[in-house]
């Protein structure tokens, strides 16, 4: 694969406590903003630190309303507000004023937004898009730096993309766990410093020049979701996570593997063709959502050799950046001229058919 020249990412914005019982971005967001300003400026870099649900946060939440988490789509993010909209869509909006807005060239570069989970996923990163060059070059770069990490895919449009990670130009998630929620374990939050850290470090040398090789890496594209067993009359789950499955993310579940016990002590086996991995296995907040586990594909990525563009490369970009919009504004107005003559043109054939008739 051939280089690839990409903008510096300057503004990257660092968010906890979206949802407000997972505690290690609680903290690490916390700090951040106690040890410096809200707004900081490091090489190279503008970071703001954003504290993204204050109120789930004070009640230690997950949310008080609804999932703000699943607020970043364009409908809800264009839908109209109310004295009676949930808090949660009230603040996404405003964290899309902020942060973005969402697809704009004035959205922030990066948004890395903080998350726990109650599964023993290590720590991984959940993206969008697997042709995001800047994020999987960051996954590589922290796999190079010897911390366990896996990336997740969800492959959806920007349009339906529904977390805070996707109001940025590049965004993804940190997850991490297993962590219990509204806890703090230091050997999970310590993690989730370092990975941050070294993300800030890839931007650093990114920005600075620095020319990162291509290679290849795994990603874990999402195939669906299986939800619990259930009463067919009440909806109440009837079965738990199989003991050998429990704990085992990202193990590769095989047709007939056992996936759950009911309550009466009967297996039940997985009925797919394919081998998949498991993960999000038992999450605590999903109960309500219908999802007793994820199931992803794992596939080979080629991710390219990229550096940022140099300062007459970036002044090239914008020159031919600005001719684009000039000519879309004339298009426009060549279009707006020429709407109007067939509108003429209509209304004067109107009249000379009126003479004829």
Known sequence: MEEVVLPTVFRVALCGGTHGNELSGVYLVRERLKRK????????IYVVTVMSNPRAVQQCRRYTETDLNRCFTHATLSGPVTDKTPYEIVRSQELNTLLGPKGSPEAMDLVCDLHNTTANMGLCLIAYSDCDWISLHIYRYLQMSDIPVRF???????NEAYSLDSVGKHGF??????????????????????????????????NSGTQFE?????????????????????????AAIHPQLQDRDFCLLRPNDPVFQ????????????EPLYPFFINECAYYEKGIALSLARQRSVGIPSIRSEREGEQR?????????????EIKGEM??????????????????NGQYN
């Open 37 to 44: 300003r809200k707004v900081e400026e490091e090489d190279h």
């Open 152 to 158: 997740i895919h969800f492959d959806l449009p920007l």
């Open 173 to 206: 998630a940190i997850e991490i766990g297993p962590q219990a929620h509204g806890v703090v374990r230091s050997n999970i939050l310590s993690t989730m410093q370092e990975g941050v850290q070294h993300m800030l470090e890839w931007i650093h040398l990114f």
């Open 214 to 238: 291509g290679g290849k890496v795994d990603v874990y594209t999402m195939v669906k979701n299986v939800d619990y067993p259930r009463d067919f009359e009440t909806r109440g789950i009837t």
């Open 262 to 273: 009911t309550f009466s002590g009967e297996t039940l086996k997985y009925k797919g063709t």
């Open 316 to 328: 090239k970009r914008k020159s031919s950046a600005e001719e684009m919009e000039e000519e879309e």
């Open 335 to 352: 279009e707006e001229e020429g709407y109007q003559k067939l509108i003429e043109y209509g209304e004067e054939s109107d009249s000379l």
